[in-house]
């Protein structure tokens, strides 16, 4: 943990929660895990604030709670990268409106709000945000909420359940045997709710949580199909798109190198789901590329034809290639050049740097000395035998690279620019809060006289109660508004490939 992620962290916990949560979060995050009493103590809030603060945490699977070891109290501990996965929720949804469209979206984004609900509630509040609303659309947003439980994107929320039998202290459980199946629901009684009788739902027990996981595959697999095609091409991408789908089917998902996928079996599964007439003719030749790339590798040296999927190698060479990128933005060209010859050779002197990378000495040394002081390079000390106590002289310098340590630099880089994007994002927003108001008024009224069918010159009349001047100053804020939203998805993907490559070392 790290001092920029605990500031961004808290800063979405207050945008999101309050300033009362925000200070919970702040309490759990300088802490391991800590009893309700001393969370109490230390944030100087009520029993009740914190209370209600840790249940809605929990609710939103950021906080989780365990028995200390003397099995007398429970502790709580934050899930802070389950807190920076609010900045992911528009993607969420994003790929929801893709695959299923606007009703599935509207389901994710309700649950996404609620946390943990049932389905008959989430169905029940969805019903405002979609054009028809009559039985047949309960019904359709039943068997929409059943296919999203059914693709894995939606799960079971974990149930409490007596820690070792004792009934005084509870832990939230899994059902791992049905994580996936969803309760019949009564039209009838969906009706009834939704004309706001007192009826009982007969589901009202059952709660559903976004499946992160699926989500965060299908971003994975996304980002090695872009990556091959901007390696190879389009028809390239389409054949790694079926083979991650063969390998998802027979490989834990999450495995850093997938089981053998037999080549015949692809082409069996291409010839299947494509109509791709050139993908299939060059088949061999693109599995042939993919492998002197390394993004595929032969399971048998007798030609039987089995590849596997090497995830963890292609995360590898993405992250090398976003370091470089890092590199050529902030230091230039040459200064990249550097970094590729020290990363090829491991370990070089100065004089073999300025040779093999064809820069001129002078700025060689100035370039190589600025990676090395932002920590993109690493140097070695090694002393000559014989030297006895000899300094300087005596010794020779390598220099070389350490990745780890450079991926986690750049994550720490990329947790404050999200900070300071989203700061700067409700800095606009509050300064110029009574002109958004004023537009988003005008254009609500603009909506409603159209809708009546007014005359054009009325509606433009009304609309130039919004001065140019402020109509400038608008212009200039959604702009802004814009660039800085869009600088948050950039940075949280390259979060998401970065903490994908940690994972992937550590298997």
């Avoid at 109509?275 to 048998?300: A, G, H, P, W």
């Avoid at 002081?373 to 035998?385: D, G, S, V």
């Amino acid at each position: 943990m790290s001092i920029q992620l605990g500031k961004l962290c808290s800063r979405i916990a207050e945008q999101h929660f309050g300033e009362v949560v925000r200070t919970v979060v702040d309490d759990l995050f300088a802490s391991i895990a800590k009893p309700l009493s001393q969370i109490i103590r230390s944030t100087g809030l009520t029993k009740s604030e914190v209370c209600k603060s840790l249940a809605i945490l929990i609710k939103f699977g950021m906080v989780g709670f365990n028995m200390n070891k003397a099995q007398t109290a429970y502790e709580y501990r934050l899930y802070y990268d389950r807190i920076v996965m609010v900045l992911r929720y528009p993607r969420y949804v994003h790929l929801i409106q893709t695959k299923f469209g606007h009703e599935s979206a509207v389901l994710m984004e309700e649950l996404l709000r609620s946390g943990a609900q049932s389905a008959s509630q989430i169905i029940i509040k969805s019903m405002s945000n979609v054009d028809n609303k009559d039985r047949n659309t309960l019904a359709f947003l039943r068997d929409t909420f059943a296919a999203l439980i059914q693709e894995h994107y939606i799960i079971r929320a974990p149930e409490p359940k007596a820690s070792d039998g004792n009934v005084e202290f509870m832990e939230l459980c899994y059902d791992v045997a049905n994580p996936f199946v969803m309760p019949e629901l009564d039209l009838r009684i969906l009706n009834d709710m939704h004309a706001g009788k007192p009826v009982k739902a007969p589901d009202e027990d059952v709660h559903w949580l976004v499946n992160v996981e699926q989500f965060h595959i299908d971003f994975r697999n996304a980002i090695m199909i872009t990556a091959i095609e901007r390696l190879i091409d389009s028809n390239a991408g389409e054949c790694m798109k079926y083979l991650l789908q063969l390998m998802q089917e027979r490989t834990n998902p999450w495995e850093a190198v997938s089981n053998p996928i037999a080549l015949v079996d692809l082409r069996q599964r291409c010839e299947k789901k494509s109509t791709n007439v050139e993908m299939l003719r060059y088949l061999d030749q693109y599995i042939s590329v993919m492998e002197s790339n390394e993004y595929v590798s032969k399971f048998d040296t007798k030609g039987g034809g089995q590849y596997t999927v090497n995830v963890k190698k292609i995360f590898e060479q993405l992250t090398w290639a976003c370091i470089e990128n890092v590199i050529v933005e902030k230091y230039g060209s040459k200064a990249a050049r550097i970094f590729r010859v020290i990363r090829m050779k491991k370990y070089v002197e100065q004089e073999d740097i300025q040779k093999e990378a064809m820069v001129p000495a002078k700025e060689a040394k100035q370039l190589t000395y600025k990676l090395l002081e932002e920590n993109f390079l690493q140097i070695q000390t090694f002393r000559k035998p014989g030297g006895g106590n000899a300094g300087a002289p005596k010794s020779f310098f390598l220099f070389y690279i350490n990745q780890a340590q450079i991926v986690a630099m750049l994550l720490e880089l990329s947790y404050k620019a999200l900070y300071n994007s989203i700061t700067r994002l409700t800095h606009d927003k509050t300064v110029n809060k009574r002109l958004i108001e004023k537009s988003q008024r005008l254009d609500s009224i603009v909506e409603t006289m159209k809708e009546r069918g007014e005359s054009e010159a009325y509606i433009s009349e009304i609309l130039e109660t919004l001065t140019p001047p402020e109509q400038e100053i608008l212009a200039k804020v959604k702009l802004r508004v814009k660039s800085l939203y869009s600088a948050e998805i950039g940075i949280d993907e390259t979060i998401f490939m970065l903490k994908l490559y940690q994972e992937y070392q550590n298997k």
